[in-house]
């Protein structure tokens, strides 16, 4: 079959062996992938968690059709149409555990499906499981124009947030953040957005912070955050390693709590979609909760795909199909 292939010379497509499901896994005839940003840096040869290298088949999330099961796998029959995530998403099969996607809404062609899983369980973890939001609650969102980023504002409004705060370095998409459940847009990269947050929240700061930069704005994020108030370390695309006023942490009594995917057991991860099908998946059918798309590539214009997004001028999910 063909697949997306970390080599020795780079990122490439391959013929490969079609995988074979064991125990409760499920084999899925891929018909669309999304890209997210930890698939860029491993075509670059980096490491993401326990994956990685050379011989690894790229690609996280996917939508398509059930091909065959494995001999424990339970819910699920071949041909359901189905999205979900997990290893080597890139290829014209992928293997899937049965507590590890979700039916695909028939009302939501595999393209569309294909923008959702990473955001919705990465967001609904965050924003609900996480940081704890109760309704009347204030919320921002760090790195807002990402899909995932775009996820987290809509879940936050779902959920009754009375305050939703977005942050995006680019101009234009900043303008486009109110599209997505914004009451504010901010640029993380101007020294004055902690005033703009404290003036938008009567000087006390949110509740919630959801932070996918970390890095630079580390310190800015406790002096934005309200005494008592949560912070959920979800991506550091702005540095892995920054100064950390360790002072206005505890002055503030901020809870602050990272989470990864990378780190996490099947059961763990099983729990955060059984979480999202029982908790906003009615949404999710209602298109209430959806995610716009970039750009589609076919699979053969793949390496495109990536220089798009590499590109950085995207908003929404860009999606190739097999």
């Known amino acids: 079959m063909k697949a997306y292939v970390y080599g020795a010379q780079g990122a490439a497509i391959t013929d490969v062996a079609k995988p074979t499901p064991k125990g409760t ?3 899925v005839r891929v018909r669309a992938c999304g890209l997210n940003r930890a698939d ?5 040869g980096h490491a993401h968690g326990a994956a990685g290298g050379v011989g690894t088949v790229l690609g996280m999330e996917w939508a398509g059709e059930v091909a065959e099961l494995g001999p424990d796998a339970k819910s699920i029959k071949v041909g ?13 099969y992928t293997l899937a555990d049965h507590g590890r996607l979700f039916h695909a809404p028939s009302n939501m062609n595999f393209d569309e499906a294909a923008t959702l899983p990473i955001a919705l369980t990465t967001m609904h973890n965050a924003v609900v499981t996480n940081g704890a939001l109760q309704p009347g609650q204030s919320v921002l969102v760090q790195g807002a124009s990402s899909g995932v980023g775009l996820m987290a504002m809509q879940i936050a409004k779902l959920k009754g947030a009375s305050l939703v705060i977005g942050s995006s370095t680019d ?8 599209e997505f459940g914004a009451d504010l847009a901010i640029d993380s990269s101007d020294p004055g957005w902690v005033d703009q947050v404290l003036k938008a929240t009567s000087g006390q700061g949110v509740d919630l912070i959801v932070d996918q930069v970390s890095g630079q704005v580390a310190n800015q994020n406790l002096a934005a955050t309200k005494v008592l108030g949560r912070i959920v370390n979800v991506g550091r695309l702005g540095g892995t390693h920054a100064d950390f006023n360790f002072d206005l942490h505890a002055a503030r009594r901020i809870t602050y709590v990272g989470v990864t995917f990378r780190t996490r057991s099947i059961e763990e991860i099983r729990t955060i979609f059984a979480e999202v099908k029982r908790d906003i998946w009615e949404s ?26 590499e590109a950085n001028k995207h908003l929404g999910k860009i999606v190739v199909t097999l």
């Open 25 to 27: 896994q499920v084999l």
């Open 80 to 92: 359901d149409r189905v999205m979900g995530s997990g290893a080597a998403a890139f290829a014209e």
């Open 40 to 44: 860029l840096g491993m075509t670059k």
């Open 171 to 178: 101009a234009a998409r900043r303008e486009r953040l109110k």
């Open 284 to 309: 999710v059918e209602s298109r209430t909760l959806r995610l716009p798309l970039d750009r589609v590539f076919a699979f053969d214009d793949i390496d495109a795909a990536f220089a798009h997004m």
